[in-house]
């Protein structure tokens, strides 16, 4: 359970982007807030606080598609920890009692919102709420983990939220930039996350003919030759969980793997049909699952976008890297001058950008801002160059990089970043809410301030 006077991570949401700006800018420089979330209309607010780890909701009272009465309905089952804060132009006692008798916990009026005063009422509303929370943990006594089924509030979760399914792919068609290198160590790092260790963690490996994860999870090929996901072919869709279990691979720490086929000719036959009906199956057994994209846009690819939560768009430092991932993005993006293009703002939504320097720095190295400005999509993480990466991969140990120096500075970023997807590591990561640097939100990081 977060601790009184740890950090608030905030979501903000206006179809208005220019107050949107300003009250990112006044919130994020409270010494005790972090905006880590932000959205444009009510439903994609909704999708990503059930998602992220968002410990209080500001938004405007009427988006254009749902009000923040609305909003503290849907995300009473899904995320019933987060506090809900509104702001208005028409602030009339009516709208008043209404949003405070549904829940809303205080209404702001927007002429005169003051970044400093509201800011200073949501720290004082979450902590008095972890307050609360902490005294029914105390009371009640501690649930053991993993004692139930998916979906089964566990541990201390079990007072403030279920945990939620995510599925997150790797993603960017060029290669080398680090795709399988962190679908690996984050798949692996939720895993270690006391509150996700009870949990099942499946990898998924897409990129076939490749075949990254097995190698770098130090798994030989003679298990991958006859456990891949080539034999799912043969499956019905109602399998039971002892043979889907039979069709994976043991990983480290107990994540479980569905390899790629390493014969290309198997490879071939990986359809989106096939793609489709894995993760349908995989979805019935697995709270978190982790697919490593490949280097292209195969049809695998285009069924695990569908079913992804999280699109991590990968690049490195360097321009071609960033210049795929823009193409990509603009591929999704509507065109205005061309308006019969199919709608693709659900898959758009759920694309974040990590930068990862896979190689060591040189003096072309792209800026994180320029690369956020070319790529044009919330910045979720940055993961430094490090060498416990080749350590882990070609060394003796056998093990992956997180498991291996879980403190190295590779491994906190990867845990930053599995709290900023499913909240792994919400009690903050060491390095990181321990320092009480000014927070920054995903504008100024994706602005490079
Ligand atoms: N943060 C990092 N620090 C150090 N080395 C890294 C880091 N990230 C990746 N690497 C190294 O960079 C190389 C490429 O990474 P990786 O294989 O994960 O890329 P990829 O995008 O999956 O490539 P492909 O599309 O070819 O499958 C590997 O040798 C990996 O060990
Ligand atoms: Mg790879």
């Not at 949107?20 to 006044?26: C, D, H, K």
Request: proline share 5%; glycine share 6%.
């Amino acid at each position: 359970m977060k601790t009184e006077g740890s950090t608030v991570h905030l979501a903000i949401a206006d179809h208005d982007m220019e107050w949107m700006m300003q009250a990112l800018q006044g919130l994020n420089s409270h010494k005790q807030i972090k905006v880590t979330v932000f959205a444009n209309t009510g439903r994609d607010l909704v999708e990503r606080v059930a998602s992220m780890d968002v410990d209080a909701v500001l938004m405007e009272y009427s988006m254009p598609d749902m009000t923040a009465v609305e909003v503290v309905k849907k995300l009473a089952e899904d995320s019933p920890g987060t506090l809900i804060f509104a702001v208005t132009n028409s602030l009339t006692e009516q709208l008043l009692r209404t949003a405070k008798s549904a829940g809303v916990k205080e209404v702001f009026f927007k002429p005169n919102f003051s970044p400093a005063e509201a800011g200073n009422r949501i720290v004082a509303e979450v902590d008095a709420f972890r307050r609360e929370l902490s005294l029914a943990a105390q009371k009640h006594g501690r649930i053991e983990k993993g004692t139930g089924p998916i979906g089964v509030k566990i541990q201390k979760e079990y007072v403030t939220r279920t945990l939620k399914q995510v599925v997150v792919l790797t993603h960017n068609i060029k290669g080398g930039v680090g795709k399988s290198t962190i679908a690996v160590n984050l798949a692996a790092a939720i895993k270690m996350s006391p509150y996700y260790s009870g949990q099942r963690v499946c990898l998924v490996d897409f990129d076939c003919g490749g075949a990254n994860v097995a190698t770098y999870c130090h798994i030989n090929d003679n298990a991958t030759y006859n456990r891949n996901i080539y034999n799912w072919l043969s499956v019905s869709p109602d399998v039971s969980a002892r043979e889907v279990e039979e069709m994976l691979i043991k990983g480290p720490q107990g994540i479980m793997i569905a390899a790629a086929p390493i014969n290309l000719a198997h490879a071939e036959k990986i359809s989106y049909d096939l793609a489709d009906k894995i993760l349908k199956i995989l979805k019935n057994y697995f709270t978190v699952i982790v697919i490593d994209g490949a280097p292209n846009l195969s049809a695998p690819i285009d069924s695990a976008m569908l079913h992804a939560t999280h699109i991590l768009l990968v690049a490195n430092a360097e321009g071609q890297s960033v210049r795929q991932l823009a193409k990509t993005v603009a591929l999704f993006s509507p065109e205005p001058d061309f308006p019969e293009k199919p709608d693709m703002s659900h898959i758009l939504n759920k694309m974040f950008l990590v930068v990862n320097y896979a190689q060591a720095p040189t003096e072309y190295d792209l800026k994180k801002a320029d690369i956020a400005s070319v790529v044009g999509r919330p910045l979720i993480a940055e993961i430094p160059y490090d060498k416990t990466v080749r350590k882990a991969l070609h060394g003796p140990y056998e093990k992956v990089a997180v498991e291996l120096d879980p403190g190295s500075d590779f491994s906190l970023a990867i845990k930053k970043l599995s709290n900023d997807i499913c909240g792994a590591y919400p009690d903050g990561i060491r390095g990181e809410d321990d320092e009480k640097k000014p927070s920054k939100g995903l504008f100024s990081r994706l602005l490079g301030r």
